[in-house]
């Protein structure tokens, strides 16, 4: 199955400025992104960016590079605008590794990329793992995805859904055992012809008050499948100890090759 991952990596950030170029492991942290979307099955792996210096840095190290506005509302939309650009076909399968997550299983992208090719009807998959700490679950850096019977979502959010009503207003009770929790694991699949539209819908209500950019494919109708992973995700990095947790694993990982 062929498909393509477009890898969005924006210079600006409000808790880690400069976060693609940050040092992990000896290696900016857009390097290890870029390392896991080769070391998967895509045909194709670009680097997305509205910023010289990590253009240059990504050119330094043999990436493929597109650069894109600066005024796109969410990762997705750069991507839409890399279509554009590339003029792909309407069926092309993307994938979207986020730039802040050098330590996401390669294995995890292909599956997202199956997972898009097998539901036809899906605009976009993602992925979800098990919750089975409290303290995760109401953590709202954890985004939670609830699902319908057939693994579509209904709805993401940040705050701990479903709530249950009865065992929640108890303080520190455990998780109920009969609920599933589930986390969204930010990595997404998309056809390049889904892109297309969904920078024609404005942004939602929803999506806004969340921040959360899959909330305006519900908003306007569209479906989302989303699979179980096949294995724990690795840590995102969206500040200075997550930076620190990343540089533990891939220094340990250098260490046993």
């Given at each position: 199955m062929a498909f393509k991952v477009v890898i969005p990596a924006r210079y600006a950030s409000?808790?880690?400025?400069?976060?693609?170029?940050?040092?992990?492991?000896?290696?900016?942290?857009?390097?290890?992104?870029?390392?896991?979307?080769?070391?998967?099955?895509?045909?194709?792996?670009?680097?997305?960016?509205?910023?010289?210096?990590?253009?240059?840095?990504?050119?330094?190290?043999?990436?493929?590079?597109?650069?894109?506005?600066?005024?796109?509302?969410?990762?997705?939309?750069?991507?839409?605008?890399?279509?554009?650009?590339?003029?792909?076909?309407?069926?092309?399968?993307?994938?979207?590794?986020?730039?802040?997550?050098?330590?996401?299983?390669?294995?995890?992208?292909?599956?997202?990329?199956?997972?898009?090719?097998?539901?036809?009807?899906?605009?976009?998959?993602?992925?979800?793992?098990?919750?089975?700490?409290?303290?995760?679950?109401?953590?709202?850096?954890?985004?939670?995805?609830?699902?319908?019977?057939?693994?579509?979502?209904?709805?993401?959010?940040?705050?701990?859904?479903?709530?249950?009503r009865d065992e929640f207003m108890s303080g520190d009770a455990p998780l109920p055992a009969n609920v599933t929790f589930l986390r969204h694991i930010g990595l997404y699949a998309y056809r390049a012809g889904f892109l297309a539209q969904y920078v024609d819908w404005p942004p939602a209500p929803i999506e806004m008050a969340e921040a959360l950019e899959q909330l305006r494919v519900l908003w306007h109708g569209g479906r989302i499948h989303v699979a179980l992973a096949a294995e724990e995700p690795g840590h995102g990095v969206d500040n200075p100890a997550d930076l620190k947790r990343a540089e533990a694993m891939l220094s340990s990982q250098a260490g046993a090759e």
């Open positions: 409000t808790r880690l400025p400069g976060k693609p170029l940050r040092e992990i492991a000896g290696r900016p942290m857009i390097r290890h992104v870029h390392d896991r979307a080769c070391e998967s099955g895509a045909e194709e792996v670009i680097i997305a960016t509205d910023d010289e210096r990590v253009a240059e840095a990504a050119v330094e190290f043999g990436a493929e590079v597109a650069m894109t506005r600066a005024d796109h509302q969410s990762g997705t939309d750069r991507i839409a605008e890399v279509v554009q650009q590339r003029e792909w076909d309407p069926a092309t399968i993307i994938v979207n590794l986020q730039g802040d997550e050098p330590c996401m299983p390669p294995v995890l992208i292909d599956q997202v990329a199956a997972d898009m090719a097998a539901y036809r009807e899906a605009g976009m998959s993602t992925l979800a793992s098990p919750i089975r700490m409290r303290a995760h679950l109401f953590d709202p850096h954890v985004v939670k995805v609830v699902l319908d019977e057939e693994g579509f979502a209904l709805y993401f959010s940040r705050a701990p859904v479903p709530w249950h």
